[in-house]
């Protein structure tokens, strides 16, 4: 029986084998599930903070705390120099997981807060209010429910070859986030009292596991009735389900010995898989066997492909839209214009010419997506239990698959470029408490998110139609982008405006891991919010506004480009930004 789930879960894996390990990663990554396959992110070394004497409280991993001075920590830290590729010594993604667990995180809130008011008493009463909401909000509403919201796309996964990125927001869109966060968080509390019985914990771990997969798949249960039925499911099924986790034991030391990498790339989506044609077998059975409650198991096509009578009768309005035949492109095919707009997202069409244009594209986008559901390879929506009700959003309006006029494209790149400097100063102003201008150039912009974003919308612009693609895709030209401009300004002034050494994964201290997550993550939102919506703006500023601002906008911009050539912007923070460094300059202030 084990090896048969198995096998499905490969077979499942294999289809969607990219979404699946984005989907266990990000579990990781915000402590949702698998926290310990990010054990390769775990700092060795103590967390250090800088208090307002001078002195610098490290936070050991065996939650000891030990006063050092500035000095004695110089001399600490600059023994663990080096340059290791899985060093994690620094670094958001290593602070995040580490932190959140740890002493350190509340130090660090904690010196940022009496800095503000002057007062460690008020300061302390304010960090205890802060880091309770914080965290309650954080595992209340994200950790808890994403949980039930991976289930819900490893279940499609099992028996549909297309799942859309949309489901990552399912139960934000049929208004059931704070329902399905509420059940979650009651079966933890169930969960923490069996604990402090002999052998409860461990048998109710098994009686309610099933809690998420219910809940993915009836969101609109009840959290008590959640709970019993996945207890009546689980009779004569707890030792078994023991069994099949121990089965996995070779794969954990596997993720051991590969710090991780492993359960990353592998075992932590094949697991989930695995499961998902576990709950399915006993779910089989509860529905079989007609046990209590078992009418709340009530996603019938979630579990078997909708027939064809079924599916034309629930998209009758849309059969004679999505098989008519394709309209004629409106574009000469062999116009350079054509060419611009197809494969890089630029358009050099009038506005009226343009808006029909788009309006073809997003009716292909519409009818691929009808034609996938009426083929069996997505989750027929129409047939969920829970129909949303139609509203139009604001966020509706953005048509991501829009191309861009020269002007729009320069606005944008100018906003991204003041984005992207926003990023790194509030980096600084947080993490260090000073002000640092940022960048080669001294103006309020960074040219290499300016470009980094103009690259992703025209160079990916035939990617944004897959959202999976667009942001591996988003993370491979950054990275690229990135590197070869470290590079270059490397040869160029000899100065290193940023170094990734001891972060995780890095590539010769130029780019790591945890910065191209953040710039794929970023590039989804230019490609999806930020550009369509600043894009609806601009089209209702007329030229006459719009070409003086940008020819200002254009002129200081060169100037401060070839000022920088010349006198680049270094300095503390900018080019010298050890943490050393950093601690003794505001130590000293």
């Known amino acids: 029986m084990l090896k048969s789930l198995k096998e499905k ?149 099992r028996i549909y070859s297309k799942i859309p990125t949309q489901r990552f927001a399912l139960i934000i869109r049929i208004k059931r986030w704070s329902k399905v966060a509420f059940t979650m968080f009651v079966l933890t509390v ?39 039925l996945s207890r009546n499911m689980m009779k004569g099924y707890k030792w078994k389900c023991f069994l099949y986790e121990m089965s996995f034991i070779g794969w954990d030391i596997l993720s051991t010995i590969t710090a991780g990498l492993s359960a990353v790339f592998y075992s932590n989506p094949y697991k989930m898989t695995t499961f998902a044609e576990f709950y399915a077998m006993v779910r089989e059975n509860a529905k079989e066997n007609n046990i209590d409650l078992s009418d709340n198991l009530n996603d019938k096509y979630l579990f078997e492909l909708a027939s064809d009578e079924v599916l034309h009768e629930k998209y009758s309005d849309v059969l004679e839209y999505i098989y008519a035949e394709e309209k004629e492109e409106l574009v000469n095919k062999k116009d350079i214009r054509h060419f611009l ?64 006029k020269i002007s729009s494209l320069m606005v944008l790149f100018f906003v991204i470029c003041f984005i992207g400097w926003i990023y790194e100063v509030s980096i600084h102003l947080v993490r260090d408490g000073v002000f640092v201008n940022r960048g080669t150039m001294h103006g309020p912009w960074l040219p290499i998110y300016g470009w980094g974003g103009l690259l992703i919308l025209t160079l990916l612009y035939n990617f944004r139609t897959n959202p999976k693609k667009q942001f591996f895709a988003t993370i491979v030209l950054c990275g690229i982008v990135e590197y070869f401009t470290s590079f270059a300004l490397d040869v160029m002034y000899n100065e290193k405006w940023w170094d990734y050494s001891g972060y995780f994964i890095n590539l010769n201290g130029r780019i790591c891991l945890e910065g191209l997550l953040i710039f794929g993550l970023g590039g989804l939102a230019i490609s999806y919010i930020i550009a369509p919506m600043l894009d609806n703006a601009l089209r209702k500023v007329k030229k006459r506004v719009l070409i003086p601002i940008l020819t200002v906008l254009v002129t200081i911009f060169v100037i401060d480009q070839i000022y920088s050539w010349k006198v680049p912007n270094v300095g503390q923070g900018i080019t010298s930004y050890s943490y050393i460094e950093k601690n003794t300059t505001i130590a000293n202030k």
């Open 341 to 404: 707009n197809k494969y890089f997202g630029i358009s050099l069409y009038g506005k009226e010419f343009g808006d029909a244009y788009e309006k073809q594209q997003i009716q292909k986008m519409k009818r691929e997506k009808y034609q996938n559901i009426l083929e069996k390879k997505a989750y027929p929506d129409r047939l969920f239990t829970i129909i949303r009700k139609k509203k139009k959003l604001q966020i509706e309006s953005l048509n991501y698959l829009r191309s861009y």
């Open 190 to 228: 169930f969960k923490t009292l069996w604990m402090f019985t002999i052998i409860g914990g461990f048998i109710k771990k098994y009686s309610y596991y099933l809690v998420p997969y219910i809940v993915a798949e009836n969101p609109n249960i009840g959290a008590l009735k959640a709970i019993k």
């Open 9 to 157: 879960g490969r077979k499942s894996l294999k289809k969607h084998y990219l979404l699946f390990v984005f989907v266990c990663f990000l579990a990781a990554f915000i402590g949702s599930e698998f926290v310990n396959s990010s054990n390769a992110t775990k700092a060795t070394e103590p967390m250090e903070v800088t208090t307002a004497d001078g002195k610098t409280v490290l936070y050991s991993e065996a939650d000891e705390v030990v006063e050092m001075s500035i000095m004695d920590t110089v001399e600490n830290i600059k023994s663990h120099n080096g340059n290791k590729i899985f060093e994690t010594n620094k670094g958001f993604l290593a602070m995040a997981i580490n932190t959140l667990s740890s002493g350190s995180f509340y130090l660090r809130i904690a010196q940022s807060i009496v800095s503000i008011v002057h007062s460690e008493q008020i300061g302390n009463m304010i960090l205890i209010v802060l880091v309770m909401i914080l965290l309650f909000f954080v595992y209340f509403y994200i950790q808890n429910a994403y949980k039930v919201v991976s289930r819900r796309i490893f279940l499609e996964g």
